[in-house]
């Protein structure tokens, strides 16, 4: 599914990453979870963290509004992010493709054991 974010021409670009943030948000909220948006924590401030209200599971969501692709950077540094703070898992959704390396990236993650992988989720408009 591809999801275009559109402001007006002289908005500044932080604007198309918080409306894709308030959609992200309103799914999770649908799906059980409180939402913190704009949480700074020690080195990182994190778009949204999500706790479950049922089973406390905590979910770190970076959002990324784009069009150009996006870079392997991205990926080690969400994941980076996900170990350093101990969250059970962490998602990037993105509205544009990765790149050759995030997408090379993205294969040899999802090649490990199930219980490793499911700690990182990549959803971009290639993956229905």
């Not at 649908?30 to 913190?36: A, D, K, L, V, Y």
């Not at 209200?53 to 905590?58: D, F, G, P, S």
Request: aromatic share 8%.
């Amino acid at each position: 599914m591809y999801i275009e974010v559109v402001t007006i021409p002289e908005s500044p670009a932080k604007d198309k990453g918080n409306l894709l943030e308030e959609l992200a948000g309103e799914l999770l909220q649908t799906q059980g979870f409180e939402i913190e948006k704009e949480v700074r924590k020690t080195a990182s401030e994190l778009d949204l963290l999500c706790k479950h209200k049922v089973n406390r599971k905590k979910i770190y969501v970076e959002c990324k509004a784009h069009r150009d692709a996006l870079s392997a950077t991205t990926l080690i540094k969400l994941l980076g992010n996900i170990d350093y703070h101990h969250y059970q898992e962490g998602w990037l959704i993105s509205t544009g493709p990765l790149g050759k390396d995030a997408k090379g990236f993205k294969d040899d993650w999802e090649d490990r054991p199930t219980d490793e992988a499911q700690k990182l989720s990549i959803y971009t408009p290639e993956r229905e």
